[in-house]
Nanobody, 117 residues
Framework: QVQLVESGGGLVQPGGSLRLSCAASGISFSFYVVGWYRQAPGKQRELVATSTSGNRRNYADSVKGRFTIDRDNAKNTVYLQMNSLKPEDTAVYYC???????????WGQGTQVTVSS
């Protein structure tokens, strides 16, 4: 059974930092594009950042220069370092793993990030 478990969310003041983690079991991350998405209340889920198996990274324009995605295939874990957080970054953040050219894709349960003073 495949599981993706996120952790590291919480409440942080504007300008602060958080590091999210997503640990996978039941799959080998090295074969997957892994990424982070987020969904704010009343809005659609949107891409935040992705990392290919070759560690090529892609970021939403809204987070470029502030967020960094890293993967550790040996630990089957993907991280999202979030710096200079803004209130508009408030959302539930979801981890995703997608095996290219296949229908195999998995989601975590989400972790809440709230940026507020």
């Amino acid at each position: 059974q495949v599981q993706l478990v996120e952790s590291g969310g919480g409440l942080v003041q504007p300008g602060g930092s958080l590091r999210l983690s997503c640990a996978a079991s039941g799959i080998s991350f090295s074969f997957y594009v892994v990424g982070w998405y987020r969904q704010a209340p009343g809005k659609q889920r949107e891409l935040v950042a992705t990392s290919t198996s070759g560690n090529r990274r892609n970021y939403a324009d809204s987070v470029k220069g502030r967020f960094t995605i890293d993967r550790d295939n040996a630990k089957n874990t993907v991280y999202l370092q979030m710096n200079s957080l803004k209130p508009e970054d408030t959302a539930v953040y979801y981890c995703n793993a997608q095996r290219p050219a296949t229908p195999l894709g998995y989601w975590g349960q989400g972790t809440q990030v709230t940026v507020s003073s």
